[in-house]
């Protein structure tokens, strides 16, 4: 296998992006980025199969507009990461910032700990390649899960007494679901969200997420494969049809 | 219902004398105002728009139609339309939607500024026998240039030149998404931009293959729902821009209806086939002006420095400030849609009452970035009721480098502005997702429909230059001294930065 370490210390992201486009091009298959402090963009609108190992913590935006690459980060990560991505995967070793997985049409964002605001907004999907999740370890700040249109979030809350505290889960929420570990209070769920019953299917249908998770942070899945969840969904898929009469 | 109706719109009349029942209202009109009974043409006026399509059609200029044809009360305060929404709402409780631009009588700046013309103490200049330069370059402008002597002694470039647009004609054809729009439209409006050397914009619809031909002219939409945005579709398109917001519903998202995401507008848009493509209000990655550069810079970073990124926000009343920052945020260009523009639907509200008109948008934002130095950073395309020549002159006079058009290329492409854009029954072809409606436009025909407007306008535009004794884009430009106002206060003038006609 062909890889490939770049010390990243000072180097400004376009020099970096620059270095890992060329190594592609080139056919590694994975690079080791050392000393990463607050690059912003790493990835950014990368293709193909290369897995990017990053050690330190990268800035706002990692994979945006990714479309295969598995990025793993041994650190936090900032603003958004996973932006508009469309393919591929980032596994976070840390926590990382608000509207993590924006817009998000496809590819795998796993959060060891936690993440903040407006986690999984506006995620969608389209057919059935592509369907993007977002598992988080730990909890999530307010508006998880906002005007998502499609995918899955699934929130583990490891270490948490309770999963989720802070409110507007699923806002706006008008196709997907976002599946919380244990027992979620109604006053945290957004306008137009509801809870669904889970199910021994949708276990299943998750197991295979739940077990991808764990695999990449050591953990033991068989504490969390019960179904001892909550569901949420949208209380419809057209939540704006009622609110419009025409000229 | 004890509101009853309200009376009909409009009242549509067949002259029998004339008819020859050939029947090609009833084909035409996908409203289903006509229909057969015996040997009998039917009306029912009721269901008309006024789109004038059956007009078109008849061979024999046998339909009328009357607006309004049952007064109300006349009332200066509580007008028909007044009356009409309040009766509306009672009904509905809900929002008031409506398509095409702001319909409200207020005063249009643009007919209250007259362009200058030479007489005696310098000459005009006839474009027939002189060149005039129309090419514009859309994108950042060094603030000073470099050269370095090489070798040979030849002198080179230094400075590194940001990628520019190329425009041969300052008027582009902005953002109308497939989606809201067909694919015959828009194959017609990218085949007239690239036979007349400028650009049109995708909007925030994906880019249908259909139009892969023709990218080197398309500018991509990244609004705030990202509905067909990926690395694909950056790189394809000539430059990118990030749609704010919209003249004719400032603030606010957009909700395409799943009634319209067929199966070519899922693939387009990459959303399942029926669901609603809900852009919601803000970006929720932009929640601040440094959000703003950053999402520029992702989509340089992610096209490799090589597209211009544009960045379209809707004429509000700091406008001008809000075009600074942008100017300082690695964007290339600034998009104004005045509160004229266009939209397939808006609620009403939005659509009549918020955001300011294009023509003071204009003048305070090329203001406001000369006063701060900035103005080279970045060019100012205005859009939003732009209607004509004249209109684009006096906006090149006022300070945009180009404009976008709208509403004027559909009514090229046959459009009547009827507003009725929502209902997915366009009997155009424009504003319809139906296959039967859509084929009535043939892009070939189409396209020389739209390139036919834009030659036009260029001719008057080089016209108007020449008898102003201009014959540079660029000397046009931001040239507030070749503009009089007509009729418009003395504040108004202060804004404008122009004299009053007699000065």
Redesign the interface.
């Known amino acids: 296998m062909k890889t490939l370490r770049i010390d990243a210390k000072g180097m400004h992201y376009t020099p970096l992006n620059q270095k890992i486009r060329a190594a592609v091009a080139d056919g590694v298959e994975e690079i080791t980025l050392d000393n990463v402090l607050g690059q912003r963009f790493i990835g950014d609108g990368l293709r193909g199969n290369v897995k990017i190992i990053i050690n330190g913590v990268p800035g706002g935006d990692l994979g945006v507009f990714m479309s295969g690459p598995t990025c793993i980060i041994h650190g936090n990560a900032e603003h958004a990461p996973g932006n508009t991505m469309d393919k591929g995967m980032l596994v976070i070793h840390g926590s990382a910032g608000d509207a993590v997985a924006h817009s998000m049409r496809g590819g795998k964002v796993f959060v060891k700990n936690n993440i903040g605001y407006r986690g999984g907004i506006h995620m969608k999907q389209y057919e059935v390649e592509a369907k993007p999740v977002l598992v988080v370890g730990g909890t999530a700040h307010s508006f998880l899960g906002e005007y998502m249109a499609g995918g899955l979030v699934l929130v583990l809350g490891i270490g948490k007494e309770k999963s989720m505290t802070d409110r507007g889960i699923g806002s706006g929420i008008h196709g997907g679901e976002i599946i919380i570990r244990g027992e979620v209070d109604d006053y945290l769920l957004g306008v137009g969200a509801k809870k669904i019953e889970f199910t021994e299917s949708d276990l299943e249908r998750i197991a295979p997420v739940i077990k991808s998770f764990c695999e990449h942070f050591e953990l033991d899945p068989t504490e969390f494969l019960d179904t001892n969840y909550t569901r949420i969904g949208p209380a419809s898929s057209r939540p704006f049809a009622n609110k419009y009469v025409w000229e | 219902m004890t509101l009853g109706s309200v009376p009909p719109k409009f009242k549509v009349g067949i002259d029998r004398d004339q008819c020859m029942d050939c029947g090609r209202c009833i084909e035409n009109c996908s409203y289903e105002v006509y229909r057969r009974e015996g040997d009998k043409i039917l009306i029912e006026s009721r269901k008309c728009t006024a789109c004038l399509r059956c007009v078109a059609m008849c061979p024999r200029d046998a339909i009328t139609i009357t607006e309004k044809p049952v007064d109300y009360r006349s009332h200066p305060v509580w007008t028909r339309e007044i009356r009409e929404d309040i009766i ?2 009672a ?2 409780g ?6 095409m631009g702001n319909a409200r009588d207020l005063p249009i700046i643009y007919d209250r500024l007259l362009l200058d013309a030479c007489q005696v103490t310098n000459p005009s200049i006839d474009p027939l026998r002189e060149p005039m330069e129309l090419r514009t370059y859309i994108g950042k402008k060094p603030s000073k240039l470099k050269f370095r002597k090489t070798e040979s002694g030849d002198v080179e470039l230094e400075t590194k030149l940001a990628p520019n647009l190329k425009l041969d004609t300052p008027i582009m054809i902005g953002h109308m998404s497939f989606g809201a729009i067909s694919l015959n439209s828009h194959l017609s409006m990218a085949k007239a931009v690239k036979e007349t050397g400028t650009y049109m914009g995708t909007g925030e619809g994906g880019l249908h293959k259909a139009l892969y031909p023709y990218q080197d002219r398309l500018i991509v939409q990244v609004a ?3 509905f067909g ?4 579709y ?2 394809r398109g000539a430059a990118i821009e990030i749609k704010i917001g919209q003249g004719a519903k400032p603030g606010i998202g957009g ?1 395409l ?2 009634e319209k995401v067929n199966e070519e507008v ?1 693939k387009t848009r ?3 086939l029926g ?2 493509a ?1 852009s ?1 209000a803000p970006h ?2 932009i929640y601040s002006i440094e ?1 703003l550069v ?1 999402l520029i ?2 989509l340089k ?5 090589k597209k211009p990124v544009f960045v379209k926000i809707a004429a509000v009343h700091n406008v001008a400030p809000i075009a600074a920052g942008i100017a300082r945020s690695s964007a290339d260009a600034v998009v104004i849609d005045g509160f004229r523009g266009g939209t397939g639907a808006a ?2 509200v939005f659509r009549d009452h918020v955001g300011i008109p294009i023509e003071v948008a204009i003048a305070s934002v090329d203001q406001k970035l000369r006063e701060q130095g900035v103005r080279n950073e970045i060019s100012v395309i205005a859009s939003g009721g732009i209607r004509s020549s004249a209109d684009l002159a006096k906006s090149i006079a006022l300070g945009a480098d180009a404009v976008y058009i709208g509403t004027a290329a559909l009514v090229s492409l046959g459009c009547r502005v009827c ?1 009725n854009c ?2 997915n029954l366009c009997p155009w072809g424009i504003a319809t997702q139906q296959p039967e409606l859509m084929n009535r436009i043939d892009p070939e025909m189409g396209a020389v429909q739209v390139a036919n407007l834009i030659k036009g306008w260029t001719l008057e535009l080089s016209e108007l230059m020449g008898a102003a004794g201009i014959n540079s884009i660029e000397s046009l430009r931001g040239n507030r001294d070749r503009l009089r106002g007509y009729m418009l206060d003395e504040g108004m003038l202060k804004i404008l930065d122009v004299l009053p006609a007699g000065a």
């Open positions: 509306n709402q009904r509905s809900k929002i008031i939607l409506s398509g705030s729902g990202r945005v990926n690395i694909d950056l790189e909700h209806p799943g899922s990459m959303i399942p669901s609603d809900i919601p929720h990655d959000d950053q810079r992702s970073e992610a096209t490799e420095w609620p009403k507003g929502y209902r």
